[in-house]
């Protein structure tokens, strides 16, 4: 029963939503985590109207933006908690977008970690203003890193925080989210 | 019971039963000094890179006083390092009292002890005191989360400034805000610093542990 009500749940959402997305430009392609392709990393510029609208071009169900630096010493902590979760919940259509604040000088070593954590394939770099940045993702991040943003299926930010978080509690907090999405 | 009916019956069953994320959680963030606010912790002492202890009430200056919260390892602080020595520089020359304070648990990065911290300031020349948290309750009550982030309290000691020391760390020659060079020539000549809030990205401040 509950799975009916449910998938009656899924229906009645989805035909009630009138909300409009907002493409990304063309030449933007998603950024995920541990995709089993070869290519090596690649770090596209990005500014944030550019990372919301990678966020609503996904399709994921939910997916996080986690902003990091190579020479961060929190964010590589954090860093293989996040892909192993991004490939555990990929079926779900969980994705995560790494979005790397590191200076100019620093992109082979952010390249370097990525292929070291097996992130093929583009995943971005900040450009552009530090406040806009900021203040899109979430205004009361305080700018420090690492910082991460969870969206919705429908590009709706619905939790962000400061520092670096385990895997239990990355995954208690992305699958109340996947759970919404699918009426599971 | 209709099939409409029921779908919105069901429906309210299912909602009930998925759990829904707050709209917009965020994870207690530090809470900083809201403009207006006095200096916290002004007669804490902080060690300072000439081996004495200073404390912000001792170092305030008659034109208003400028602490900012930095460090020796972090990429931003070290990019924002040598234009900030000489704003705290000039800034003292005009007035207005200076303190750089780590905060930062050397325990985490050993570059954020303290020998380096003197060797920074020698070699950055700064005139100003550069101290060391070395409980980090001062960065605490100052709801500081980064570093560089610069607090600049006017002559009376109210906060008139919070944030960034200027909108390009990267480069000192693309630099089109000087936010923190602003508030301190309006404090310096008695007007309203006009953008009194700003953020940059930066690195977290590594608190050491609290006593307990």
């Known amino acids: 029963m509950i799975r009916i009500a449910c998938a009656l749940v899924a229906l009645l959402l989805a035909g009630c939503s009138s909300e409009p997305r907002q ?156 759970d919404s999405a699918s009426g599971s | 019971m209709s099939i409409r009916s029921f779908a919105v019956a069901a429906a309210f069953v299912a909602l009930a039963a998925v759990p829904v994320p707050p709209a917009q959680a965020q994870d207690a963030p530090p809470t900083p000094l809201t403009l207006g606010a006095t200096i916290p912790l002004a007669d804490a002492k902080l060690r300072n890179v000439d081996g004495k202890d200073v404390t912000i009430a001792s170092l305030r200056g008659k034109k208003g006083t400028l602490v900012v919260f930095t460090c020796n390892a972090c990429p931003w602080a070290k990019k924002w390092e040598t234009r900030m020595a000489k704003l705290g520089n000039d800034a003292l020359k005009r007035g207005v009292g200076v303190v750089a304070i780590n905060a930062n648990d050397p325990e985490r990065n050993k570059e954020d002890g303290y020998d380096v911290m003197q060797e920074r300031a020698q070699q950055r020349g700064m005139k100003f005191a550069y101290a060391m948290d070395r409980t980090s309750e001062v ?56 953008t009194a809030q700003t953020k940059a990205l930066g690195c977290s401040i590594k608190f050491r542990p609290k006593a307990s």
């Not at chain 1, 010493?73 to 994705?95: I, K, N, S, T, Y």
């Not at chain 2, 000691?157 to 508030?183: F, M, Q, R, S, W």
């Open chain 1, 23 to 178: 493409d990304a430009p063309a030449a933007r392609a998603p950024a995920g985590a541990a995709s089993p392709d070869t290519a090596a990393p690649v770090l596209v510029p990005i500014d944030a109207p550019g990372i919301v609208a990678a966020v609503r071009a996904g399709g994921a169900k939910a997916t996080l933006v986690n902003v990091w630096a190579s020479w961060c010493q929190p964010c590589r902590e954090e860093f293989p908690d996040l892909v192993r979760l991004a490939r555990e919940l990929e079926g779900r259509g969980f994705r995560v977008v790494f979005v790397s604040a590191d200076f100019a000088d620093d992109l082979p070593n952010a390249e370097a970690f990525l292929a070291e954590h097996g992130v093929s394939g583009p995943t971005y770099v900040k450009t552009g203003d530090d406040m806009q940045f900021i203040d899109t993702l979430d205004p009361s991040w305080s700018g420090a890193l690492p910082g991460s943003f969870l969206y919705d299926g429908a590009g709706r930010r619905v939790r962000s925080w400061e520092g670096k978080a385990s895997y239990d509690s990355l995954r208690a907090r992305v699958l109340p989210v996947l």
């Open chain 2, 139 to 194: 960065a605490r009550a100052f709801g500081a989360s980064r570093t560089p982030e610069a607090f600049l309290f006017d002559a009376s000691g109210a906060l008139v400034y919070h944030g960034a020391i200027d909108d390009n760390a990267d480069d000192a020659a693309k630099v089109t805000k000087p936010y923190l060079e602003n508030a301190i020539n309006a404090i310096a000549t008695g007007k309203a610093v006009g």
